[in-house]
């Protein structure tokens, strides 16, 4: 059974730094892994995806530059380095895996097969 859980949430100040983590179990290592984001009251949304060897990444346009996906496949773990936070990057951040084993980076949610429950970041003004 494939699980996702997220962590490192939480609340920082505009101009701040936060690393997610997104530990999966089952047989998910090698596939790959998304950030997606969801703001209060708005619809869920792309934020960086990363191949299932770590090869090849891809971001939205919006984050480029402050932003860094990885993945430790030795711990199936994927995280999201985020830099320079902004206000309205308040959000519930969730990852998600599809089950293409060295599959390549999406941003679409419908290629994606599990999700997490999500972790809650807070930028403060």
């Known amino acids: 059974q494939v699980q996702l859980v997220e962590s490192g949430g939480g609340l920082v100040q505009a101009g701040g730094s936060l690393r997610l983590s997104c530990a999966a179990s089952?047989?998910?290592?090698?596939?790959?892994m998304g950030w997606f984001r969801q703001p209060p009251g708005k619809e869920r949304d792309f934020v960086a995806a990363?191949?299932?060897?770590?090869?090849?990444?891809m971001y939205t346009d919006s984050v480029k530059g402050r932003f860094t996906i990885s993945r430790d496949n030795a711990k199936n773990t994927v995280y999201l380095q985020m830099n320079n936070l902004k206000p309205d990057e308040t959000a519930v951040y969730f990852c998600a895996t599809d089950r293409t084993p060295l599959g390549a980076a999406r941003r679409t949610q419908a290629s994606y097969d599990y999700w997490g429950q999500g972790t809650q970041v807070t930028v403060s003004s």
């Open positions: 990363i191949s299932g060897n770590g090869g090849s990444t």
């Open positions: 089952g047989r998910t290592r090698y596939w790959p």
